[in-house]
């Protein structure tokens, strides 16, 4: 699923990305969990929470990012 | 923001005047680092062939002199950005020793950097700084098994209270005198495992409670409430600039001015020199002594650094980027990123700043259309002090009106532009940083600075332009060119004729153009159309001295010409169609 379908609160891992130098050194990487901390309307960023940081990713970006929902218990 | 060459390449390494490069992540507190750390005598430079700025600043610790460089931040060395290609190319001019700042609270990320620079031949210092934060967050780091595993001294510090810095320049200045070699190049992959097997060993995190900085966090981040908090700041930053400025100018600068400074010199200039033209120069109504003197510092001086006040308050507590998120869904519809935001409310202190500032990150379309968004319809602190002295006391809703009309102007721009300007926007990827209170010696550097910049670069092309204004107004010479604008000035814009005055002025400085109309007598639809054909007007002749530089000749006179245009067609018309309403209401 790619990451811009994802639901506000919801954690998920990284299954594939593009290739993207910025993405690499902001941590991004296969298998990276995250949590998605907000959606921005008009198809704004989505900023995600990875550790104790937020990431403001472009909505197009996040399209292409594939994701996979992380059950918590 | 000044072009001093290459202050950086001055001092060599080796002599008894120690270099330090203060290197970090983006967002680690590097500049509150740099603002304790050094003395007074710091100026930021333009890095010779790139776009980037870096600061430098004098260091004196104990009998140790030298100079620390405030590196731009970076989050890896690969050359593969602006930022990044001057950070390797100071770390290749070499130094005494590297200063590399760590946020504590995302180690992790940090850690790539601090890997890359242990394959450069200069000893390095980590200053594991916003211990504080990651306190307050749950996270606890132990320095010394950090140290044993990064190989060099780490000093744990909270900077913005001074804690540990005195012990990261005594580490510094003896970690100064040794040599180190360089370490192999780790590829990518064995980077990361080797970094998250030393996070795992010298991290733990507790689960804490969520504080109300947190809380905040969360909530500017969000739609909402993070719109309507947006407007509420803007609101407020609005308020504190007009109402602060407007108290300022009324209650301490405008007496002392009027009734100080201006009959001394007057009384002075009296017994000089004789009754005639030339004392009508120096103190005559438009005199340059007299004008010269209570424009810029009565009218547009206390917007100017109110303005710089709280933009960068709010630039140093990490809030505009937060801005630049939840803007980012509108602007890309007139085709830039959300970040641009930033320089645009730039604009409202100074186009100038706001044009370099367009220079971050962002591809050549987005600098093009920021800079004309801004030469357009920004009007700058100076512009809006004038607009509040011109309007303030009249009408309120023209002001307001202005404003709306200027960001509609923004936006209909926007739209033209995106469709003309071909390319692409770069899209958003950026980390938000922290929350926090801004460090006081750190902002006033930056405001101390913000001002020196103004004066040099605004209050001397003001000068001139008063001169100007003096001379032509005073010989006559401005007779003869109303006469020759005055049919356009009266017929189209119904303004008085001497208003062309303010149209020649608007050339020199945004301000000029309509400080003229408050001596004028107008009536509101008068000062309206006024307010709206200097908001449109050519900026100033330091923007159009920056964009040719920044970008050519042609765009300048592109911009200098679609802005000239648009203000004449939009002053008219509102003047002609208000004359119609006015004329139908009888």
Same mark, same amino acid.
């Given at each position: 699923?790619?990451?811009?379908?994802?639901?506000?609160?919801?954690?998920?891992?990284?299954?594939?990305?593009?290739?993207?130098?910025?993405?690499?050194?902001?941590g991004f990487r296969k298998?990276?969990?995250?949590?998605?901390?907000?959606?921005?309307?008009?198809?704004?960023?989505?900023?995600?929470?990875?550790?104790?940081?937020?990431?403001?990713?472009?909505?197009?970006?996040?399209?292409?990012?594939?994701?996979?929902?992380?059950?918590?218990? | 923001?000044? %072009?001093?060459?290459?202050?950086?390449?001055?001092?060599?390494?080796?002599?008894?005047?120690?270099?330090?490069?203060?290197?970090?992540?983006?967002?680690?507190?590097?500049?509150?680092?740099?603002?304790?750390?050094?003395?007074?005598?710091?100026?930021?430079?333009?890095?010779?062939?790139?776009?980037?700025?870096?600061?430098?600043?004098? !260091?004196?610790?104990?009998? &140790? &002199?030298?100079?620390?460089?405030?590196?731009p931040g970076t989050y890896?060395?690969?050359?593969?950005?602006?930022?990044?290609?001057?950070?390797?190319?100071?770390?290749?001019?070499?130094?005494?020793?590297?200063?590399?700042?760590?946020?504590?609270?995302?180690?992790?990320?940090?850690?790539?950097?601090?890997?890359?620079?242990?394959?450069?031949?200069?000893?390095?210092?980590?200053?594991?700084?916003?211990?504080?934060?990651?306190?307050?967050?749950?996270?606890?780091?132990?320095?010394?098994?950090?140290?044993?595993?990064?190989?060099?001294?780490?000093?744990?510090?909270?900077?913005?209270?001074?804690?540990?810095?005195?012990?990261?320049?005594?580490?510094?200045?003896?970690?100064?005198?040794?040599?180190?070699?360089?370490?192999?190049?780790?590829?990518?992959?064995?980077?990361?495992?080797?970094?998250?097997?030393?996070?795992?060993?010298?991290?733990?995190?507790?689960?804490?409670?969520?504080?109300?900085?947190?809380?905040?966090?969360?909530?500017?981040?969000?739609? +909402?409430?993070?719109?309507?908090?947006?407007?509420?700041?803007?609101?407020?930053?609005?308020?504190?600039?007009?109402?602060?400025?407007?108290?300022?100018?009324?209650?301490?600068?405008?007496?002392?001015?009027?009734?100080?400074?201006?009959?001394?010199?007057?009384?002075?200039?009296?017994?000089?020199?004789?009754?005639?033209?030339?004392?009508?120069?120096?103190?005559?109504?438009?005199?340059?002594?007299?004008?010269?003197?209570?424009?810029?510092?009565?009218?547009?001086?206390?917007?100017?650094?109110?303005?710089?006040?709280?933009?960068?308050?709010?630039?140093?507590?990490?809030?505009?980027?937060?801005?630049?998120?939840?803007?980012?869904?509108?602007?890309?519809?007139?085709?830039?990123?959300?970040?641009?935001? !930033?320089?645009?409310?730039?604009?409202?202190?100074?186009?100038?700043?706001?044009?370099?500032?367009?220079?971050?990150?962002?591809?050549?379309?987005?600098?093009?259309?920021?800079?004309?968004?801004?030469?357009?319809?920004?009007?700058?602190?100076?512009?809006?002090?004038?607009?509040?002295?011109?309007?303030?006391?009249?009408?309120?809703?023209?002001?307001?009106?202005?404003?709306?009309?200027?960001?509609?102007?923004?936006?209909?721009?926007?739209?033209?532009?995106?469709?003309?300007?071909?390319?692409?926007?770069?899209?958003?990827?950026?980390?938000?940083?922290?929350?926090?209170?801004?460090?006081?010696?750190?902002?006033?550097?930056?405001?101390?600075?913000?001002?020196?910049?103004?004066?040099?670069?605004?209050?001397?092309?003001?000068?001139?332009?008063?001169?100007?204004?003096?001379?032509?107004?005073?010989?006559?010479?401005?007779?003869?060119?109303?006469?020759?604008?005055?049919?356009?000035?009266?017929? +189209?814009?119904?303004?008085?004729?001497?208003?062309?005055?303010?149209?020649?002025?608007?050339?020199?400085?945004?301000?000029?153009?309509?400080?003229?109309?408050?001596?004028?007598?107008?009536?509101?639809?008068?000062?309206?159309?006024?307010?709206?054909?200097?908001?449109?007007?050519?900026? %100033?002749?330091?923007?159009?001295?920056?964009?040719?530089?920044?970008?050519?000749?042609?765009?300048?006179?592109?911009?200098?010409l679609i802005t000239i245009?648009?203000?004449?067609?939009?002053?008219?018309?509102?003047?002609?169609?208000?004359?119609?309403?006015?004329?139908?209401?009888?």
């Open positions: 699923m790619p990451l811009a379908h994802g639901e506000k609160l919801s954690t998920y891992r990284i299954q594939a990305l593009p290739s993207s130098h910025l993405l690499k050194v902001l298998g990276t969990q995250f949590t998605i901390q907000s959606k921005q309307p008009f198809k704004g960023p989505i900023v995600v929470k990875v550790g104790n940081r937020s990431i403001a990713i472009d909505y197009d970006i996040a399209n292409e990012i594939l994701v996979e929902e992380v059950v918590q218990n | 923001m000044n %072009c001093h060459g290459d202050a950086a390449a001055q001092v060599k390494p080796g002599n008894n005047k120690m270099k330090i490069l203060l290197m970090g992540n983006p967002n680690v507190g590097k500049s509150v680092v740099f603002s304790k750390l050094t003395g007074v005598h710091v100026d930021s430079s333009n890095y010779t062939g790139t776009t980037v700025d870096y600061t430098i600043g004098d !260091i004196n610790f104990g009998k &140790q &002199q030298g100079v620390m460089i405030d590196v890896s060395l690969e050359a593969t950005s602006e930022a990044e290609k001057v950070a390797v190319a100071l770390l290749e001019e070499g130094a005494d020793v590297v200063i590399c700042v760590l946020d504590a609270t995302h180690l992790e990320r940090n850690l790539g950097l601090a890997f890359e620079l242990k394959e450069y031949p200069i000893p390095i210092i980590y200053c594991l700084n916003l211990m504080d934060v990651a306190e307050r967050q749950g996270i606890k780091i132990d320095a010394e098994k950090l140290a044993e595993e990064l190989g060099s001294p780490v000093i744990p510090t909270v900077a913005i209270k001074n804690q540990g810095l005195r012990e990261l320049m005594q580490t510094a200045v003896k970690l100064s005198k040794e040599r180190k070699d360089s370490e192999p190049k780790l590829d990518e992959e064995e980077k990361w495992n080797r970094i998250k097997e030393i996070v795992s060993k010298v991290q733990a995190q507790v689960d804490k409670e969520l504080t109300f900085i947190e809380k905040l966090e969360d909530w500017t981040i969000q739609p +909402w409430p993070g719109i309507p908090i947006a407007i509420l700041v803007l609101i407020a930053s609005l308020g504190v600039v007009v109402g602060g400025g407007k108290a300022l100018r009324a209650v301490v600068l405008l007496p002392l001015v009027k009734q100080v400074i201006v009959p001394f010199l007057t009384k002075i200039i009296s017994l000089v020199i004789p009754a005639g033209i030339f004392r009508n120069v120096l103190v005559g109504e438009f005199g340059i002594l007299v004008i010269g003197i209570e424009w810029p510092f009565a009218l547009i001086l206390p917007y100017v650094f109110l303005f710089y006040v709280v933009f960068s308050f709010l630039e140093d507590s990490g809030y505009l980027p937060r801005i630049g998120v939840l803007a980012d869904g509108v602007l890309r519809r007139i085709g830039i990123q959300g970040g641009n935001i !930033i320089p645009m409310m730039l604009g409202y202190g100074c186009a100038v700043p706001a044009i370099l500032g367009t220079r971050a990150a962002n591809t050549n379309k987005e600098r093009i259309m920021v800079a004309a968004l801004v030469s357009f319809a920004v009007p700058c602190a100076s512009q809006s002090g004038a607009f509040f002295a011109l309007l303030g006391d009249k009408s309120i809703f023209a002001l307001i009106f202005v404003y709306l009309l200027s960001i509609l102007a923004m936006l209909a721009v926007g739209v033209i532009l995106d469709r003309i300007i071909p390319g692409k926007s770069q899209p958003m990827l950026l980390e938000v940083p922290n929350l926090l209170l801004p460090d006081k010696d750190a902002y006033k550097k930056k405001l101390k600075l913000r001002m020196k910049h103004f004066m040099m670069d605004a209050e001397g092309a003001m000068f001139i332009g008063i001169i100007v204004a003096a001379i032509i107004a005073e010989t006559g010479i401005l007779n003869e060119f109303s006469k020759l604008l005055g049919p356009f000035v009266e017929g +189209w814009l119904g303004l008085p004729k001497e208003a062309s005055l303010s149209l020649l002025l608007g050339i020199i400085r945004r301000e000029l153009a309509v400080l003229p109309m408050l001596e004028m007598n107008l009536n509101t639809l008068q000062l309206t159309v006024g307010a709206i054909v200097a908001l449109f007007y050519l900026p %100033c002749l330091s923007v159009f001295g920056v964009l040719t530089k920044e970008f050519s000749l042609k765009t300048a006179l592109f911009i200098a245009v648009s203000a004449f067609l939009f002053g008219g018309l509102f003047n002609q169609v208000g004359r119609l309403i006015l004329g139908l209401m009888g």
